[in-house]
């Protein structure tokens, strides 16, 4: 979702925008159905040529602000990956994987929040939470985005293969009850991470034991993983980010840097809005 910069902001209470209908209540941007906008713009200008311009005004921002009640701004879940007591994988330096991800969870829901959406965080308080519970806190939420660093194969991290891996990794379930919306999702976020530069790292597409995840989108970096608990146990759209490879001691000192942190985090916010806002109308 984007607010509208001030000067583009109209005195009425709604304006088009570049393809997209806004409704801008105290000077917060939301998107209105296209079709109900117009509809909404017919019944005023009825009103202009009957009645008073004040009155088409009057009817059309209490219409225009019933409309946006079902477009409201989206509800997502943030999951940062594992817990204080199992923290996933050790980077190379030795720091552990909860804390990376604690970093760039904190930064994608604010840069959610920011845009105005709603958001719920699970395990960035440090407390212990079952995987299974992680994807039922919030069960009528728009999407659950789960964020990971990652590693790779002991084999390789045993014959010091570790610089040879780098680049993110995004997955879907097909065991999801929303799995194409969970696609669109993963899509979207992939998109994202690649336009901000990063690399897909597509190992885990490898067709050996423990990898051989099919791969949905090489250059977006999307691959099936279906067994992966919190997304085939969300009842909402779900997406896994393996944000980058911290096994990998380059990768790391660059994924812990306070820039790349922060455009890693906007790239994925960017994406989970862009999947709300391509939604087809008659899923909202
Ligand atoms: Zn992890």
Redesign the pocket.
Known sequence: MVVLPLERRLNACGAPDAGNIWLIPGGRALPLRRHFFQAVIGVATTLVRRFSWTAARVAFCAAASLAALPAQAAHIVVDT??TVSRP??TGASGRV?YLY?LDVSNLVAADLRAAGDRVTQVAADGAEVALGQRSRVAPTADLFVSI????MQQKYIDAGRQREFAGFAVFVSERNPKYEQSLRCARAIGEQLVAAGEKPSLYHAEPIAGENRPLLDRRLGVHRFDGLAVLKTAPVPAVLV?VGVIVNPDEERRLARPEVIKRLAQAIANGARDCQQTEPAERR
């Open positions: 990956g594992h996933g994988a994987e991800n990971h660093h990652d590693s393996e």
